[in-house]
């Protein structure tokens, strides 16, 4: 989709008359490269329009579901056409958007409800960062199970509310690989130890907690978890989108035969690899020598290697360290300076 021709700048910048203007307008037509005339917040969900429209056309093929990310009315749109007769289009949605989404209403809440700030049982930055964290445990580890992934949502609310004299653990997993400390020490037949020795670093005053309750509410949502019960995510899309925009960068503009070709090259490494740009130029005739194919075929398989090897436990581990890492040392700094910038500072 674009909204711009550079053509059609330069043929504007000419101040030629209506009628010439209009009689280069009708046969510029079949080649300008604007095909979008709305806003760019509609782009969208044009574009979902045309793709969803011509699938039966050009590919016998009807989708059922559509895993969205909150963010658009694609999935309005597709409704409204009514592409397939009698076929219902089932929504589902991302869980790490709405993952991402969680964080952002409790940051929100720090604001806006002033829930925020120092002291014990304060909603600070660290404890946002872990209950959205707590939030994509509770939907990840409790797949196809909607009244589980409920009350694992709510537990985390709970736990971190407890104290002492008032346990709220009742929710938490009663199973012997349970995560909850006082769970764990019941079923071992042991009295629960203190909770300042366990759970102190994410401990919530009843009164902010309270005023937690509608965000839980929300993401808790027994329609919202049903479309995230399959676990999708559009992992992906991003992955494809990166492949794109190392070819065409987003921080450069780009006409739209750029981004086309860009796509192109891209979607025909993401499905076959890089050993997929042989077909192209054996098309045009150029032959390729020994040492190129090698090269290319080395290429593939060596990001197969990497990938294989970012998707170890080990892996994993490591990538969550650094970003915890990475977020104390942010919040650390941000302690140490204070406010260095915001409205009406002087």
């Avoid at 053509?7 to 300008?32: G, I, S």
């Avoid at 991402?100 to 304060?122: C, I, P, Q, Y």
């Avoid at 925009?245 to 499905?271: E, H, Q, S, Y």
Wanted: aromatic share 8%; glycine share 6%; proline share 3%.
């Amino acid at each position: 989709m674009s909204k711009y021709c550079h053509a059609c700048k330069l043929q504007e910048a000419q101040n030629l008359p209506a009628e010439e203007m209009e009689a280069w307008r009708a046969a510029h037509a079949p080649k300008c490269c604007r095909n979008h005339h709305a806003s760019s917040k509609a782009m969208e969900q044009e574009a979902t329009k045309v793709l969803w429209g011509r699938s039966v056309r050009s590919h016998n093929f009807r989708s059922t579901e559509m895993l969205c990310d909150g963010d658009s009315s694609a999935f309005k749109a597709v409704v409204e056409l009514d592409l397939y007769p009698g076929v219902h289009v089932e929504k589902l949605d991302c869980i790490n958007h709405a993952h991402k989404h969680m964080g952002s209403a409790l940051r929100k809440l720090t604001k806006d409800k002033r829930l925020g700030g120092k002291g014990v049982g304060r909603l600070t930055e660290g404890k946002c960062d872990s209950m959205h964290n707590y939030y994509w445990g509770a939907i990840i580890n409790n797949l196809y199970n909607i009244d589980r992934m409920r009350s694992s949502v709510w537990s985390t609310l709970f736990h971190c509310m407890s104290t002492d004299e008032r346990p709220y653990h009742h929710r938490c997993p009663s199973s012997p690989d349970t995560w909850s400390f006082y769970q764990k020490a019941l079923i071992s037949g042991e009295e629960p130890p203190a909770h300042k020795d366990n759970a102190c670093h994410t401990y919530l005053a009843p009164e902010v907690a309270e005023k937690m309750v509608p965000v839980f509410r929300r993401m808790s949502d027994e329609a919202l978890l049903k479309r995230m019960q399959d676990g999708g995510t559009q992992d992906t899309n991003e992955s494809l989108n990166n492949l794109v925009w190392l070819r065409c960068p987003k921080t450069i503009f780009m006409g739209k035969g750029r981004v086309d070709g860009a796509t192109a090259r891209a979607v025909a490494v993401f499905n076959e690899g890089a050993f997929e740009i042989t077909r192209v130029l054996n098309s045009l005739y150029v032959d390729l020598a020994q040492s190129t194919l090698e090269s290319l075929d080395k290429r593939d398989r060596r990001r197969i290697c990497q990938v294989h090897a970012a998707a170890t436990a080990h892996a994993r581990d490591q990538r969550r360290d650094y970003a915890r890492q990475r977020h104390v040392a942010v919040r650390a700094e941000h302690a140490r300076e204070g406010q260095v910038y915001g409205p009406g500072m002087a």
